[in-house]
């Protein structure tokens, strides 16, 4: 059974830290791009940051940007977000992702979410 299970998320101060963990089980992450999204309250879901296979690339939205920071752990199927600096505009559901595809096959898994608050 495939699944993502996130975790680390909660509440922090302003300015405070966070590392979200995501880990991977019934497939290997090591052929997938692995991303963070996150949703607000009342907003569209956004991609916050992406990590392609085997580390090629890395991508940040802007305004996370210098702030955050995505990692892969293969061996451990885990895929991290360290968030740091938060602010109240963090505030979020945080989802993990992974996507693949194979020719015209797309696989795409979605974790379940995790929450983060930043109180100010």
């Known amino acids: 059974q495939v699944q993502l299970v996130e975790s680390g998320g909660g509440l922090v101060q302003y300015g405070g830290s966070l590392r979200l963990s995501c880990a991977a089980s019934?497939?290997?992450?090591?052929?997938?791009?692995m991303s963070w999204y996150r949703q607000a309250p009342g907003k569209e879901r956004e991609l916050v940051a992406l990590?392609?296979?085997?580390?090629?690339?890395?991508h940040y939205a802007d305004l996370m940007a210098g702030r955050f920071a995505i990692s892969r752990d293969n061996a451990k199927n885990t895929v991290y977000l360290q968030m740091n600096d938060l602010k109240p505009d963090d505030t979020a559901v945080y989802y993990c992702?992974?996507?693949?595809?194979?020719?015209?096959?797309?696989?795409?898994?979605w974790g379940q979410g995790t929450q983060v608050t930043v109180s100010s």
């Open positions: 019934g497939f290997s992450i090591i052929l997938y791009t």
């Open positions: 992702n992974a996507r693949r595809q194979i020719v015209a096959k797309k696989y795409d898994y």
């Open positions: 990590v392609g296979p085997n580390d090629s690339i890395t």
